[in-house]
Every structure is written in C-alpha cells, then in structure tokens.
C-alpha cells in the first residue's frame, strides 16, 4: 500500500495517509477483536427475551390462541400485525434510504449504509416472523405458497418481502467482502473458525481494480433495484388494509400514508442505532455529530410530508362525517381511543416536525431521545390502523359476549412480540461482533472524496 493511498488531487484529504488508515482499521475492526462484560451481558439479556417469547409462542400452540391471547373472532388481528408493519417499516425503507443516499452521492452516509442493510434484514426477518406468529400454526405458511392465489394481496405481500429480504442480503454481503478479506489479513488472533469463515465468504477477493469494477457496477445496479421494490413493498403492505371492508382502511391514500409513516421511523431508528453504536464502540470520529444534524434535517422533512398524508388521511372523511366513518373517527377523535390518536398526533408527527428545527435539538443526545419518542409513537399509530378498524365493521357487533367487543394484548402477546424486538437486536449486535459494521473502504474512499478509485485496500 503506498504512503498516500492513491495520492488524491484534493488538498483536503492529502494528509490521509497509510498511517490514518491503519489507524481507522484499528478503530473500526476493534469490536470483533473481543467482546467486553457490558457485551455479553446484553447478549444474555436479549437471548434470555427471545426464548421468553419462543416458550410464549409454544404455549400459545399447544393451548388454544383464543385461550392464550386475546384475539377473537373481531380482532383475529392484533399486536402481532402492527408488529409486523412497524418491523417492514423500518426494515425496508432503513436500507431504502440507504440506497437512495447511495446513488445520490451523499457522502455523509457512507458510515451509516451497513448499518441501516443490517436492521434492514433483521426487520423484515422477524416481521416475517410476526406473520407466521399470528397465522396459529407455523404449517400454514406451506398454503401460502401451495393454495395461494395471485390476484390476493396477501400473495403479492409474501412475494415482494421475500424478493427485497433476498435483495437486501446481496446487498449488504456484496460491498462486505473486502471487508472480509481485511479482517482475515488484519485480525490475527481470532479463533481460526472465524477467520476460515472470512476466507471462504470473501471468495478470493484480490481486490484487482477488474474487481472493483465489477463491484461496484453490481452495488450501483441492486442499489438501484432495492428502491423501487421498497416503495412497492410497503404499498402493497398497505393495500393488505385498504382493500378489505372495513370504514377506516377504505382510503385510497393508504399507500402513500404508509410509505410515509416508514420513512419517519427510518430515519428515528437509524438515528438511535447511531447513537448507540457511536457510544457502545467509540465511533464518535466516524459517527460524529454531523451525522446527527443531517439526521435532525431529514426527519423534519420526512414528518412534514407524513403529517401532510395524516391531514389528507384524516380531514376529508372528518369534514364528511358520512356513515361508518363518523363511528370509526369519533372514537378515535374523543372516545376511547382519543388518549392515544392524540399523543401519536403530538409525539409522533408535531415533535419531530418542531423540536429538531432547532440546532440544539440535532445533537446525538437530543435527537436519539426525540427519536425514540417518534419509534414509541409510530408502533401505537400503527396498532391504532389495526385494531379499531377491526372494531368496527360494516354490520354491527351483537349477540357475542362483551369481551369481544375491545381488545388488549395478553402477556402471551406482549411476550412474543418482545421477542422479536429481542431477535432484531440479537441479529445486529452479532453481526457487529463478528463483521465490521462500518465499511472501511467504504469510509477512506470518502474521505479520498472519491476523485480516484482505490483498488489496494488489505
């Protein structure tokens, strides 16, 4: 490797030498080298939930649903659904911002792309997972594909989350493997299961300037591909609701009011990942506070055109007031669900819209607080599009027992669903333990600007 990798015109970056870059390896790769107290106690802790909720789940097999859960013949969907839509959420449009990013030529966002395909893949997994939860038995899944029928949004559902999640590896394992090559050549002292694991994965990178060709050529053609299945996705996960009878789901702007919605929880979960990686692994010189500021700005914007499809969602049916709608909007304007449409409306929509105009408010610890308010909110707006439009369906509930005609989660519920919470962590700290989670060539082309290709990272 030459003294001045690739000696760049730019005055800028010409201090960026053989030297810096070993030392940003050293920084970026230090979290495989081992795993401190704090560490394998948060494992624990997050393997101790995941099997709470896989005992959960077994209970609720071997007794009946309807005895272990609260789900009944109106709300045959509960909790297990808004998860299911929170984790798509944050899961494809995470790595949907990223690709966007990507081909816009942001280069802020070079140390945050892996992070943001990592939460990408765990979320759409264990969203997945929500799905096979709530069906009752793991064996129907096999109907989806066997008896599905393709004109169902449900089968459309299946097939694109499937096609993204299958995406969204590739994308993530094509720009991981000259890190892998790296971490073979740089980290010696690991177990030689781990390093012959970086072997065989990095599939002989020699890091030849024909390989990076074909490289980054393949990234820019999936990073391209990812968007539009992204948008795609998370439309027809809304057209799930808005094609089934039901007076709050007939809305014509459901697509658009879903894409928007993820794209807030997007930038709020990559905020708080940020956060926390940037203080469990010292990153703040390669997470630093700009990131926060590009971060604030994006989600004023994002919740300004969320709270612009929530006007739309909500205004015209309620100047209308016709029919089913009035019952469904009157509940949720001043009945029972009033405490929570409105908390969602102030904490989910106006604050990210207020608070981070301030510079102030676009720190790491402010904005990361702002941003788990925004995630708390976004899971309850999603539970609020599920359950009371399951509660009010087009004939009337009557002559069933009164326990039917409201809904809250069991402990059953509650246990699973942390569960997979528990899984999504699980599957991002282990892969930051085992794969660096900041790309290294990624970050040092940035810092190069990319005026010239670089072709000798080892």
Not at 4 to 32: C, G, W
Not at 45 to 69: D, N, P
Not at 336 to 358: D, H, M, R
Request: aromatic share 14%; hydrophobic share 50%; proline share 5%.
């Amino acid at each position: 490797m030459s003294e001045n990798i690739n000696k760049p015109e730019s005055t800028k970056h010409e201090t960026f030498t053989q030297a810096e870059y070993m030392v940003m390896k050293d920084d970026l790769l230090r979290p495989i080298e081992k795993i401190g107290k704090v560490g394998k106690i948060w494992i624990a802790f997050l393997v101790a939930v995941f099997l709470a909720g896989v005992v959960a789940y077994i209970i609720q097999e071997t007794k009946s649903k309807y005895v272990t859960t609260s789900l009944r013949d109106y709300t045959m969907w509960g909790i297990y659904i808004s998860n299911f839509l929170f984790m798509v959420a944050i899961g494809l449009v995470g790595v949907l911002m990223s690709a966007i990013l990507k081909l816009t030529n942001f280069e802020w966002y070079r140390p945050l792309s892996r992070i943001a395909e990592v939460i990408a893949i765990g979320a759409i997994m264990f969203g997945g997972i929500s799905i096979v939860v709530a069906m009752g038995r793991p064996d129907r899944l096999l109907n989806l594909f066997i008896y599905g029928r393709i004109q169902s949004p449900i089968i459309w559902d299946v097939i694109g989350i499937t096609t993204d999640l299958t995406a969204c590896i590739i994308l993530l394992f094509i720009p991981l493997i000259p890190s892998l090559v790296t971490c073979k050549n740089h980290l010696k002292n690991l177990p030689k299961w781990q390093l012959k694991m970086y072997n065989i994965l990095s599939f002989g990178w020699q890091g030849s300037p024909e390989q990076w060709i074909i490289l980054k050529k393949t990234m820019k053609v999936l990073t391209a591909l990812v968007i539009p299945l992204g948008v795609v996705i998370c439309t027809i996960t809304a057209w799930l609701f808005a094609t089934t009878l039901r007076a709050e789901w007939d809305s014509t702007n459901f697509g658009a009011y879903f894409v928007s919605n993820a794209f807030l929880l997007s930038v709020a979960v990559m905020t708080l990942a940020t956060f926390i990686f940037r203080k469990a692994y010292n990153f703040e010189k390669y997470l630093t506070e700009m990131h926060f500021d590009k971060l604030g700005q994006a989600m004023v914007l994002m919740a300004l055109i969320h709270g612009y499809f929530n006007v739309n969602e909500y205004l015209i049916p309620a100047y209308k007031m016709s029919g089913l709608h009035e019952n469904t909007l009157l509940n949720l304007f001043v009945g029972k669900e009033a405490a929570f449409y409105w908390s969602v409306v102030i904490f989910g929509i106006i604050v990210p819209i207020l608070l981070p105009l301030f510079p102030k408010m676009r720190k790491p610890l402010p904005l990361t607080i702002i941003s788990v308010v925004v995630l708390i909110a976004g899971w309850f707006r999603l539970y609020l599009i599920v359950i009371p439009g399951l509660l009010h369906p087009y004939l009337p509930i009557q002559d069933v027992p009164e326990s039917w005609t409201h809904y809250f989660p069991s402990v059953v519920e509650m246990t699973v669903v942390a569960a997979t919470f528990a899984g999504l962590l699980l599957v991002v700290t282990l892969f930051s333990r085992y794969f660096p989670i900041i790309s290294v060539w990624e970050v040092a082309e940035g810092e190069l600007e990319g005026k010239e290709e670089i072709f000798n990272y080892k």
